[in-house]
């Protein structure tokens, strides 16, 4: 049965100690047959990915971990002329170190950016999912084990299935139907701060509508004047802002291909 790992991103509090625990295990130590040394810098087999997200004042960060996706369908086993990669029992992709002849190749067909060129070897390497290690009796990969808040997960597909459910994995549209599963990658946010400009006060309790393609979506600001939309599908979508004694004020065709923070927002008196 396949070996999966899923990630939840809410929980990834960006500690960086899966990328640590992935360089301490193998730069500098040769697992031959499944992997040479990883040199000890250029290369992140494990990679926290730092996401920031929007402009100060709103602004918000979350952390992707990236490794070898593993994939079911995976594009680099397929390009190797010498068939030095191939796929274990249990899903792991694997570049035997012995039989590599450094051509790329694979790097060039992996879409994700996880394979790395080693230049005093002349090999291509990648995340090995620590299958040293759980071929000699561990449970878990470094990175798994390392992880204080449990975001990382690790373990056999069928009995992860109560997690996949609602995961996403990167870049579907490959079709290479990735083995690294993500819960909870956050979403795109519109966000603002309404104000009165005569009285240079904050408005609260400003009620904000938000509409796209029929779907409405409503909040009211905060008592810092602050109002977020979250977590929203990438589109276009209108704005209107409604106040007491305010005239109502519109933004329209607002594009969340990126996140919005439309900054100070002055109503003026009716």
């Known amino acids: 049965m396949a070996k999966v790992f899923v990630i939840d991103v809410a929980r990834c509090s ?28 250029g290369q992140f087999w494990l990679k926290l990915q730092e996401n920031v997200c929007g ?14 996706n593993h994939c079911e369908k995976a594009s680099c086993l397929e390009s190797c002329p010498q068939e030095a990669i191939f796929r274990r029992e249990d899903g792991f992709i694997q570049i035997h170190p012995e039989k590599c002849n450094g051509c790329r190749d694979c790097l060039k067909a992996c ?15 990648k995340c090995t999912g620590c299958a040293h290690l759980l071929d000699n009796g561990y449970k878990l990969p470094r990175c798994v084990e390392a992880c204080p808040t449990d975001a990382l997960k690790f373990g056999e597909e069928d009995e992860m299935q109560d997690l996949i459910p609602g995961a996403v994995v990167m870049k579907p549209e490959t079709g290479l139907k990735p083995r690294v599963y ?19 006060e904050v408005i609260i309790g400003c009620r904000c509508l938000l ?24 589109g276009k979508y209108d704005l209107t ?18 996140d ?4 100070d927002i002055p109503l003026d008196k009716e």
């Not at 879409?111 to 390497?125: K, R, T």
């Not at 993500?182 to 240079?200: C, Q």
């Not at 802002?241 to 990126?258: I, M, P, T, W």
């Open 14 to 41: 960006g500690c960086y100690n899966c990328q640590l625990a992935c360089k301490d295990e193998h730069v500098g130590n040769d697992w031959t047959p499944y992997a040479k040394p990883q040199p000890e810098v």
């Open 182 to 200: 993500y819960r909870n990658i956050p979403g795109k946010f519109i966000a603002g701060t309404v104000y009165d400009p005569i009285a240079k």
């Open 241 to 258: 802002l409604e106040a007491k004694g305010f005239a109502r004020k519109y933004f329209q065709d607002l594009n969340s291909a990126v």
């Open 55 to 68: 402009t100060i004042p709103k602004v918000k960060i979350h952390y992707i971990p990236m490794l070898c």
């Open 111 to 125: 879409p994700y950016n996880a394979i790395y060129y080693n230049e005093e070897l002349c090999i291509a390497q």
């Open 211 to 234: 509409t796209s393609g029929g779907k409405v979506l409503e909040t009211y600001t905060d008592a810092y004047g602050d109002f977020w939309f979250k977590d929203l599908a990438v």
């Open 260 to 263: 919005i923070n439309l900054g």
